[in-house]
């Protein structure tokens, strides 16, 4: 393959991903739970904020008719400053696709991040169609729009320079919580996300995903659809305006979130780490109270015989 990866990063630098084995083997026996449709995005392969433990483990764990990759798969920006593409990247792309090969229809819809794939929109590679949007009929007949929300970022759209500097600082914060949450995974605590905790925190960031929320509702009712589905703001959400659903799959960064939709239409924002806490084994049987309580002790001259025994 040739051409130029961001401009800077030529695209042959790398991996052959049809030759790869992954670095995780994928399980050779696993209960895969199968939804009829998974909405993913904002992985951010290429930098060291991307949660590929984490991911890997949901692709191991999941399985789906149709899947969307709903943009900021891969950081363009980052890497044509450094080029930082660990083998657990390699694995999450193995993964997406071996599930193309198997049968699963792969939409990849490019975000601004990895805005340099927006040239291909409308052709396929390796069994992933790659499209600037999409529509989604549901088990249950609703019409979803689905796409990145870049396109209704204010801040992109007027200010595309400062939507770097904030990226730069972004990425500063990454840094801090992985070491974060190192320290807990070494006190055996869950993981938790910083800037997650942050944007919560802090009234502006409310304020500006509470805006984005209803300009993409609004532009989704212009259009005439039921609802939409967006990444981007790493916030995973549901909210009704007026006869519009908003949905937002989250991110791979902070809050490792899935968008999944039943085999009936209904639809669920899934936490994974929630998910994987739930799979902690329960306690050794010998621990519970069904335990055979003791037999009680005899003062050393009782006559045993004295005893009563149980009938």
Not at 41 to 66: M, P, Q, R, W, Y
Not at 140 to 152: A, I, N, P, Q, S
Request: proline letters at 5%; aromatic letters at 10%.
């Amino acid at each position: 393959m040739q051409g130029d990866f961001g401009n800077n990063l030529p695209i042959s630098s790398l991996p052959d991903f049809e030759r790869h084995e992954p670095s995780i083997p994928e399980p050779e026996k696993s209960q895969r739970r199968t939804f009829r449709t998974i909405w993913i995005s904002d992985i951010h392969l290429g930098t060291k904020g991307c949660n590929a433990e984490l991911l890997i483990d949901f692709l191991d764990n999941v399985d789906s008719e149709t899947m969307y990759l709903v943009g900021d798969i891969i950081d363009g920006w980052r890497l044509k400053k450094k080029f930082y593409w660990p083998s657990t990247h390699n694995d999450i792309v193995w993964r997406i696709l071996k599930r193309a090969k198997r049968g699963t229809r792969i939409v990849y819809i490019p975000g601004n991040h990895d805005e340099m794939f927006r040239q291909f929109s409308g052709l396929s590679f390796g069994g992933v169609e790659i499209r600037r949007a999409a529509f989604h009929d549901t088990a249950d007949g609703r019409r979803l729009l689905v796409l990145h929300g870049d396109e209704f970022d204010t801040i992109m759209l007027a200010h595309r320079w400062l939507a770097f500097v904030g990226d730069a600082l972004y990425h500063l914060m990454m840094g801090l919580n992985v070491w974060v949450n190192a320290v807990r995974q070494k006190l055996d605590l869950p993981y938790w996300s910083l800037s997650k905790m942050a944007k919560h925190k802090v009234k502006n960031a409310v304020e500006f995903i509470s805006h984005f929320e209803e300009v993409v509702a609004r532009a989704a009712a212009q259009r005439g659809v039921d609802g939409v589905v967006c990444g981007h703001i790493h916030t995973a959400e549901f909210r009704q305006f007026d006869k519009v659903e908003y949905w937002n799959d989250g991110d791979w960064v902070e809050g490792c979130n899935a968008l999944v939709e039943h085999a009936d239409g209904r639809m669920e924002i899934l936490h994974w780490p929630d998910e994987i806490a739930r799979r902690a084994p329960s306690a050794p049987a010998e621990a519970t109270a069904l335990a055979e309580p003791p037999e009680p002790a005899l003062p050393a001259d009782a006559d045993s015989s004295a005893v009563p025994v149980a009938a």
